[in-house]
């Protein structure tokens, strides 16, 4: 038994969507190298324990930055 035409058909379309795909794939990721191999390096150092979303028990210390001197006051009343 032979496949006909539209059997053909379809796995021709299915073989070049997957090639598609992964041209696709390499593209984006020689495109975007740098920046993905930062991505994957902080991921590597991220410790998976830790959940950033969870709501921190203490309170974040007061900021000591000084004033900045060339902010303008505000104006005294008369």
Do not use: I, Y
Not at 18 to 41: C, D, H, I, N, Y
Not at 58 to 78: F, G, N, W
């Amino acid at each position: 038994m032979g496949k006909s035409d539209k059997d053909k058909s379809l796995l021709q379309s299915a073989v070049a969507l997957v090639a598609a795909v992964g041209v696709a794939w390499m593209t984006v990721e020689l495109a975007f190298k740098p920046f993905l191999s930062q991505a994957r390096k902080a991921l590597d150092k991220s410790d998976p324990t830790r959940d950033p979303d969870d709501a921190d028990d203490e309170p974040s210390p007061p900021s000591t930055k000084p004033a900045d001197a060339s902010a303008p006051t505000p104006a005294a009343e008369p």
